[in-house]
């Protein structure tokens, strides 16, 4: 299996809502990386999970929290989100990602599309 | 921290034609160049990439060259299709003192008319 892969495609949720979203890889990869992307734009690093365990968090609000529950899987729960938090959410995963470690290319899921009311 | 400028941010061309998109990054400690195509709707794809220690990568219509004394990198696509139209970022990994991530350029448009 050479695929990130997301759950759900869409979501629509409220703002006292919650929810999460899914992402999952069965490449062996050790990193894992949320990203947020706003329509034309680059996507934008959240959080990155190494060995399962929270590397770097780029001063996201605390409405995102993830989780990574295995090697395999990634999950980002969302509360009290605000209508600007709508974008699309990208899952990715590399072999590694600490210095030293070789080249990593990053492998894309296809996304959440999410949309707050 | 890494800064990528990334340009055009729109290009047009005729169907057969070359398009050739540029990035600057600003850390000289980077060393992986990624390029990713993204089209509407869909997740990004990386189409090629190139590491520090070479010049230039070729895969088929794409090619990649990088200048690491001025610092930057380039996509060169020969051939243009109309499947060629995405938007394309690059990218540069600098290694800091623990992990290393991707730095993304802005984006360019690509719009290959038939």
């Known amino acids: 299996d050479t695929e990130v892969t997301q759950t759900p495609k869409h979501l629509v949720m409220g703002m006292t809502n919650k929810k999460s979203l899914k992402c999952e890889q069965h490449?062996?990869?050790?990193?894992m990386y949320w990203y947020k992307q706003k329509a034309k734009k680059p996507p934008e690093l959240m959080f990155v999970?190494?060995?399962?365990?929270?590397?770097i968090n780029e001063s996201v609000p605390s409405r995102f929290s993830p989780e990574c529950p295995n090697s395999s899987l990634l999950n980002l729960h969302l509360h009290a989100l605000q209508p600007e938090d709508s974008a699309l959410y990208l899952c990715a995963s590399s072999q590694d990602m600490r210095q030293g470690a070789s080249y990593n290319e990053q492998f894309f899921g296809p996304g959440t599309r999410l949309t707050v009311l | 921290g890494e800064n990528v400028e990334q340009h055009p941010s729109t290009l047009s061309v005729q169907e057969g034609d070359s398009a050739v998109i540029k990035c600057t990054y600003s850390d000289s400690a980077s060393n992986y160049f990624p390029w990713y195509k993204q089209e509407l709707g869909k997740r990004p794809q990386l189409i090629i990439d190139i590491r520090s220690n070479v010049g230039e990568k070729k895969d088929q219509r794409i090619a990649v060259t990088l200048n690491k004394t001025a610092k930057h990198f380039s996509l060169h696509i020969t051939e243009t299709q109309p499947e060629d139209s995405a938007v394309y970022f690059c990218?540069?990994?600098?290694?800091?003192?623990?992990?290393?991530?991707?730095?993304f350029g802005k984006g360019t448009m690509l719009l290959v008319s038939p």
């Open positions: 490449m062996g990869h050790r990193a």
């Open positions: 990218a540069a990994r600098p290694l800091n003192s623990g992990y290393s991530t991707l730095t």
């Open positions: 999970y190494s060995y399962e365990k929270l590397s």
